[in-house]
């Protein structure tokens, strides 16, 4: 890439997620509800039999105004940016957030509003490696932001901004279907950081596609996947994708970048039930959980399906089976053909990898596996898949501040004789330029207040620092303790 001062941007020419980064090159919880609904960005508009083309102009024109405010652009960097103006959203706008960024690498990305208290989702992709981000309003305000919590492998993550009574989008009731239009909002190549989010229209061209090979490349599980003509590009990552209603179907995550002359193709992660739980569970900041079974599958050739005895065309054939796996303790073989997991009739190999996935661990599943020529049950003890170690949750949320890294108190960290601290957030690392040194703050001490207020959490950290004036935030210290000693 050349110079280091410059916007990160992605490969073309291949598929790819759509942050955009020169680091990858590759591009909820339910419903608002209650007071969050009530600053709902979407409302549904009826179509009439009498829908003419200026009607359908006006309809998006209408989406795109009603829904831009619950859209935001993510500018992110992996670089420490010492400036306590920049965690103030008072003291911090577009202009003076790209002067900051100007000299450092950076990322950019999309995200939607989903709590009016300042929660949204991305991709985690777009945060996975930054050391500091920064969201940008439709309206040009810029706020702080923090990652609440991530998941590598569905590729999203939720932040938190130090904002209330936030416009918020409304999820899709029904899936996707082929055919139906979609709309995309956000920050292609970074056009959106100063604000004025970015609109493009298309249809669904299919939905359940899958990336095998991004997904490979990523570790992530890019399956089941819309696929779209609206134009989305690297930037809009973790942006949404609405319907015609304005109501989001789905969240943008990759494209297949454009050759010569031909239009990028777009990809977004379809909002699911279960995805809607991934985002609540982020939310909270607990950690996602997957199910392991410890094997390779494909979908099977009909010649396949009927050496093992299965005439109907479903199935997912087993590959290979992992060493110490719990298929191979179930004695599951190669060539067998699973037709049944847990009840659920499995219809191909993506499809048996989602249903592994959303398996609950150290439980039994019951199987139908046809190998043979005869079906045969089998119960297998499910495993727990082996967690990225990117993953936020908040047990290790991070904030940098003034040359330090703050992060909440490690679980199982040895104070040896003394009591553990009720409260406070511990100094991970310390900047040897960090002005906090000469007031005898180091890595592992134990930071109990800041302006005179008990923290106990990144959020509430974020918040004091976004509504404190600079002078102000004396900090008081609690405890040191050597940062050798954590046993995380």
């Known amino acids: 890439m050349g110079s280091s001062r410059h916007l990160r941007s992605a490969r073309g020419g291949a598929v790819a997620l759509i942050g955009l980064s020169g680091l990858l090159f590759s591009c909820s919880g339910m419903a608002p509800t209650g007071a969050n609904s009530a600053q709902a960005a979407s409302t549904r508009m009826e179509v009439t039999d009498n829908f003419g083309i200026t009607d359908l102009e006006q309809r998006f024109e209408d989406v795109s105004r009603k829904v831009a405010p619950a859209v935001v652009a993510i500018s992110a960097t992996d670089a420490k940016i010492e400036a306590d103006d920049a965690l103030s959203s008072d003291r911090i706008n577009p202009q003076k957030l790209a002067a900051l960024l100007e000299p450092v690498d950076r990322t950019v990305g999309t995200g939607f509003v989903i709590d009016a208290d300042g929660y949204i989702v991305t991709n985690d992709h777009v945060v996975s490696s930054c050391e500091q981000l920064w969201v940008t309003t439709d309206d040009h305000k810029v706020y702080p932001a923090i990652v609440v919590g991530s998941d590598p492998r569905s590729d999203i993550a939720i932040l938190k901004i130090p904002a209330k009574n936030l416009s918020t989008i409304r999820y899709a009731d029904t899936a996707a279907h082929r055919g139906q239009w979609a709309i995309a909002i956000g920050n292609p190549y970074g056009l959106a950081a100063g604000g004025d989010m970015s609109v493009s229209v298309g249809v669904v061209s299919a939905t359940g596609r899958s990336l095998p090979k991004l997904s490979s490349k990523e570790d992530r599980l890019y399956s089941d996947l819309i696929q779209t003509t609206a134009q989305i590009n690297p930037g809009n990552s973790g942006g949404p994708l609405f319907d015609i ?110 249903l592994v996935g959303e398996s609950p661990s150290d439980q039994n599943i019951e199987t139908t596996v046809y190998r043979n020529g005869k079906a045969m049950s089998v119960t297998i003890h499910m495993g727990r898949r082996q967690t990225a170690p990117a993953a936020v949750t908040k047990e290790n949320q991070r904030l940098r501040w003034r040359g330090m890294l703050l992060g909440p108190i490690p679980r199982h960290w040895d104070f040896g004789a003394q009591p553990r601290p009720a409260a406070g957030l511990m100094v991970l690392a310390v900047d040897a330029s960090s002005p906090m040194l000469k007031q005898g703050i180091t890595q592992g001490a134990i930071i109990a207040s800041i302006a005179g207020k008990a923290i106990s959490s990144i959020e509430q950290l974020q918040l004091l620092l976004n509504d404190t004036p600079p002078d102000s935030c004396k900090v008081e210290i609690a405890r040191s303790s050597q940062i050798a000693s954590a046993h995380d």
Do not use: C
């Open 245 to 354: 209603h304005g109501n989001v179907i789905g969240i943008n995550a990759a494209v297949i970048l454009p050759q010569k002359i031909t239009n990028g193709i777009g990809f977004a992660i379809p909002i699911t039930p279960h995805v809607k739980q991934i985002i609540d569970d982020l939310k909270q900041g607990r950690e996602i959980a997957y199910g392991w079974l410890g094997v390779h599958v494909s979908s099977p050739t009909s010649f396949q399906r009927h050496e093992a005895g299965l005439d109907d065309e479903v199935g997912a054939r087993i590959e290979s089976v992992d060493d110490h796996s719990p298929a191979a303790s179930a004695r599951l073989l190669q060539g067998d053909i699973v037709a049944k997991f847990n009840g659920i009739q499995v219809m191909d190999g993506d499809h048996f990898v989602r």
